[in-house]
């Protein structure tokens, strides 16, 4: 046997280890830092036991950090191949009263790593049909349900009263024993804020930045788009919720593509709260200057959302085509406003993180002009997978916040208890 072999035997036989004891070891050591991970959130109270999760905004600040950190935590163990259900039965119930891709299987992928089997209320085939009223639904599809997810986005002024009329009616069935239990409303989107699509822009910002968001400035952008009735609710949620963290906001858009002035009052108090700052400007190159975070994104003017409503509403499909035609007209006139390679080279380092919803308008792509070209997204299009990821996680500990008085032990508990998910 030659020097070179023995060598080799020895090193073979000093590393040796059966593999079912080094996969019992492995999954012992990443269990063990799960579970410290998971006693930092012993103190956080979300406080919404049997209530909801509307409006970020409204949302306290331990329930904020809650969602925060456990999504994360959901995602880790989920990718270690550990369970994460705490549900023995129930029902995750969703109604899309909007497209959806990403939100409705993250919502459906939310709920069964929870435990909870999972259906979707298509207002065709039901009595809604026939005239049920909203409180009589809300409370139908109460039996034996645990969260009920809405998007509701269309309407401006009507998608968050919709999720208050649904949180009401199933307050009032279980108070009244028509029901075993209060199902939590969660706020798949409306027409005012999408929060789990800002907790996972949130989320995704923890990790690029390591958790340190203070001083970092991001752009809210509006951006070039073919079409003209796209919701306020993400802008919204996202300069509200990012201005709790001490970051450097900047809402850029065209004079005339004003939001609502709810959100933005919460994004101005928490700015200052936080240390950080808020504010508006009407170029979006200047925005773009220095800025670590670029979200370009497009949306309707908030007068052109609430006129738009009251046609539908009223049937008026004449003048609906006027204001339709009236709106693209005024976006054509900002076609400059598009996330390109030049505009990119302004910011940090000439390589701000981009950051989108999706889909995006990808010029040359999806579309023949618009919110950021074929280069730009190109590069970024993982990222903004990567970004989406984080959504079912979300929404999970949403759930968790809502469904037990202490969610963090409960998160404890899940982790210290959990088996794999594959085999035995």
């Known amino acids: 046997m030659t020097p070179h072999h023995e060598k080799h035997t020895h090193h073979q036989a000093f590393d040796a280890e059966p593999r079912g004891r080094r996969q019992a070891r492995e999954l012992h050591m990443l269990r063990r830092d799960l579970e410290m991970r998971a006693a930092v ?3 956080l109270r979300p ?3 049997n209530g909801d999760f509307l409006l970020s905004w409204k949302v306290p600040t331990d329930a904020v950090q809650f969602v925060r950190k456990a999504a994360v935590l959901l995602q880790d163990t989920a990718r270690a191949g550990l369970s994460t259900r705490v549900f023995d039965g129930g029902l995750g119930v969703s109604i899309f009263r909007d497209k959806s891709t990403r939100t409705r299987y993250s919502f459906r992928a939310a709920c069964n790593m929870l435990g909870l089997a999972t259906e979707e209320l298509d207002e065709s085939t039901s009595q809604i049909a026939h005239g049920e009223t909203v409180r009589e639904t809300a409370a139908m599809v109460g039996f034996y349900t645990e969260v009920l997810g809405i998007r509701d986005d269309m309407f401006l ?5 919709y999720m208050k009329e649904c949180a009401a009616s199933l307050e009032e069935a279980h108070v009244e024993g028509a029901l075993i239990g209060r199902p939590a409303v969660i706020n ?3 027409d005012l804020d999408h929060p789990t699509q800002a907790f996972a822009d949130l989320c995704h910002l923890d990790t690029v930045f390591q958790g340190d968001l203070t001083g970092k400035k991001l752009v809210m952008s509006w951006a070039s788009s073919p079409s003209y009735g796209k919701p306020l609710s993400v802008p919204q949620g996202v300069v509200a919720l990012l201005s709790r963290f001490g970051m450097e906001l900047v809402l850029a858009h065209p004079e005339g593509y004003e939001l609502e002035e709810e959100p ?3 994004a101005e108090s ?7 700052s808020f504010r ?6 200047e925005a773009f200057q220095g800025a670590h975070v670029v979200y370009p994104k497009s949306w309707a003017p908030a007068w052109v959302m609430r006129e738009r409503t009251k046609l539908l509403r009223g049937g008026e499909t004449a003048k609906l085509k006027e204001l339709e035609q009236q709106a693209l007209a005024q976006n054509a006139k900002h076609r400059d406003w598009e996330c390109t390679s030049r505009k990119m080279a302004l910011t940090h380092g000439g390589n701000a993180l981009y950051m989108h919803c999706l889909p995006a308008d990808v010029s040359g792509v999806s579309c023949e002009s618009g919110e950021v070209s074929r280069e730009v997204f190109e590069k970024a299009r993982l990222d903004t997978y990567r970004e989406a990821s984080y959504k079912p996680f979300v929404i999970a500990a949403m759930i968790l916040a809502t469904r037990f008085a202490d969610p963090a032990a409960e998160l404890q508990r899940i982790i210290k208890h959990a088996r794999p998910r594959r085999g035995l």
């Open 280 to 285: 508006v400007t009407h170029s979006m190159e």
């Open 41 to 43: 959130l012993a103190g």
């Open 270 to 276: 928490f700015a200052r709260e936080s240390g950080g």
């Open 188 to 190: 798949l989107q409306c």
């Open 157 to 161: 002024g009507e998608g968050h009263a």
């Open 47 to 49: 406080g919404l036991t």
């Open 264 to 266: 933005l009052a919460a």
